[in-house]
């Protein structure tokens, strides 16, 4: 390269910088010209070649031209950092808007303080259980539908994913004397195809309170009056509960328990379907083969038991007529119930 090149070079590497119009270009000019491998360094290196009488004269241009594209370059660096500073401060935050808990979570803890009052603790349990616990405790004999092996899904001979939260009733129980007075709300499994209300994993809150006789008898009317409590809380004034007679293994005598329609107050409508009730949960007085199990005397003690489904309670408190808008975690869906 002679005098006269080195003066294009210089001109062209002036210009590039002067119009590079984002920090990254800047970046890449100054790589491309002063870079460890940039063409001014090259230059510097290869000065051996030029002939000795040349070398003074182009070594103090190429020096002066380094300096100049230096300097150009850190003004320009400055210019875009400044720049970015800028956009960050005076662009408007954009707005995501407010998070809010899912319903089923809304459920439970609403539950949990509900009950909570009136000195309930949560309990906890596993979601992979045994028989003994799901099943045998429970008073379910083998012949039972549940635990048929179409109808559950197992993991060898003695561990499935529990059917209901009825089995930390039994956990429970085999940890502590009474009194026990718990709420155990969690995860639950089935068979199930899903469709607008059914689906095989779902979750249900247990109740349990046993107390020690003859002192504490616990009847089937404090059950009701505790529900009755539980359905004005969750679901506003005027709620009454009604008892219907069932069966389930674990408790003697069972009901299924309905709250009048919040809706309507009970005269007819969409979502009681015209009956001014809606079943909410199984429950009953704890069966005395259940304490048996557990190791208490049933002659000592007295409870009842009960079980809500979560989804129902929150389809029914929100409006929601399909069970699996609740797992889509759809936001056009769940900001709704703000
Ligand atoms: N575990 C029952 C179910 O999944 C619900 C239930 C009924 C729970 C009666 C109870 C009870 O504690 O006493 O269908």
Same mark, same amino acid.
């Given at each position: 390269m002679d005098l006269l090149e080195l003066e294009t070079a210089r001109k062209i590497s002036l210009d590039e910088i002067a119009s590079a119009s984002d920090g990254a270009k800047v970046e890449a000019l100054r790589i491309k010209y002063v870079?460890?491998?940039g063409s001014i360094p090259m230059l510097i290196k290869a000065m051996k070649d030029v002939p000795k009488e040349e070398r003074p004269l182009f070594g103090k241009a190429v020096q002066a031209w380094k300096a100049e594209v230096e300097a150009l370059l850190q003004s320009k660096q400055a210019v875009s950092s400044e720049k970015k500073i800028e956009c960050d401060l005076s662009q408007p935050g954009r707005w995501f808007g407010f998070g809010l808990k899912h319903p089923l979570t809304r459920v439970i803890e609403e539950t949990a303080a509900i009950f909570g009052k009136l000195g309930f603790t949560v309990a906890d349990g596993p979601e992979l259980e045994n028989k003994f616990n799901n099943f045998t405790a429970l008073n379910? %004999?083998?012949?039972? %539908?549940?635990?048929d092996k179409s109808d559950t899904f197992w993991f060898g001979e003695d561990c499935l994913l529990?059917?209901?939260?009825?089995?930390v009733q039994i956990r429970a129980m085999m940890a502590n004397k009474p009194p026990v007075r718990v709420i155990c709300p969690g995860r639950t499994y089935r068979r199930d195809t899903t469709d607008a209300t059914h689906s095989a994993n779902f979750h249900q809150i247990e109740g349990l309170y046993v107390d020690t006789l003859p002192e504490k008898p616990v009847s089937l009317a404090d059950l009701k009056s505790v529900l009755a409590y539980f359905a004005r809380e969750m679901m506003g004034d005027g709620v009454t509960v009604r008892f219907r007679p069932h069966f389930f293994?674990?408790?003697?005598p069972s009901v299924e328990v309905d709250f009048s =329609?919040?809706? =309507?107050k009970g005269r007819g409508c969409g979502v009681c379907k015209q009956s001014g009730w809606i079943e909410v949960a199984g429950a009953g007085m704890v069966d005395p083969r259940v304490f048996e199990h557990v190791g208490y005397d049933p002659a000592k003690v007295s409870g009842y038991a009960f079980g809500f489904g979560v989804e129902r309670i929150a389809m029914i408190k929100y409006g929601? %007529?399909?069970?699996?808008w609740l797992y889509e975690n759809d936001v056009r869906f769940l900001s709704q119930l703000a």
């Amino acid at each position: 390269m002679d005098l006269l090149e080195l003066e294009t070079a210089r001109k062209i590497s002036l210009d590039e910088i002067a119009s590079a119009s984002d920090g990254a270009k800047v970046e890449a000019l100054r790589i491309k010209y002063v870079g460890r491998n940039g063409s001014i360094p090259m230059l510097i290196k290869a000065m051996k070649d030029v002939p000795k009488e040349e070398r003074p004269l182009f070594g103090k241009a190429v020096q002066a031209w380094k300096a100049e594209v230096e300097a150009l370059l850190q003004s320009k660096q400055a210019v875009s950092s400044e720049k970015k500073i800028e956009c960050d401060l005076s662009q408007p935050g954009r707005w995501f808007g407010f998070g809010l808990k899912h319903p089923l979570t809304r459920v439970i803890e609403e539950t949990a303080a509900i009950f909570g009052k009136l000195g309930f603790t949560v309990a906890d349990g596993p979601e992979l259980e045994n028989k003994f616990n799901n099943f045998t405790a429970l008073n379910t %004999p083998s012949h039972h %539908p549940s635990m048929d092996k179409s109808d559950t899904f197992w993991f060898g001979e003695d561990c499935l994913l529990r059917t209901q939260t009825s089995p930390v009733q039994i956990r429970a129980m085999m940890a502590n004397k009474p009194p026990v007075r718990v709420i155990c709300p969690g995860r639950t499994y089935r068979r199930d195809t899903t469709d607008a209300t059914h689906s095989a994993n779902f979750h249900q809150i247990e109740g349990l309170y046993v107390d020690t006789l003859p002192e504490k008898p616990v009847s089937l009317a404090d059950l009701k009056s505790v529900l009755a409590y539980f359905a004005r809380e969750m679901m506003g004034d005027g709620v009454t509960v009604r008892f219907r007679p069932h069966f389930f293994p674990f408790t003697e005598p069972s009901v299924e328990v309905d709250f009048s =329609c919040h809706v =309507c107050k009970g005269r007819g409508c969409g979502v009681c379907k015209q009956s001014g009730w809606i079943e909410v949960a199984g429950a009953g007085m704890v069966d005395p083969r259940v304490f048996e199990h557990v190791g208490y005397d049933p002659a000592k003690v007295s409870g009842y038991a009960f079980g809500f489904g979560v989804e129902r309670i929150a389809m029914i408190k929100y409006g929601i %007529p399909d069970i699996r808008w609740l797992y889509e975690n759809d936001v056009r869906f769940l900001s709704q119930l703000a």
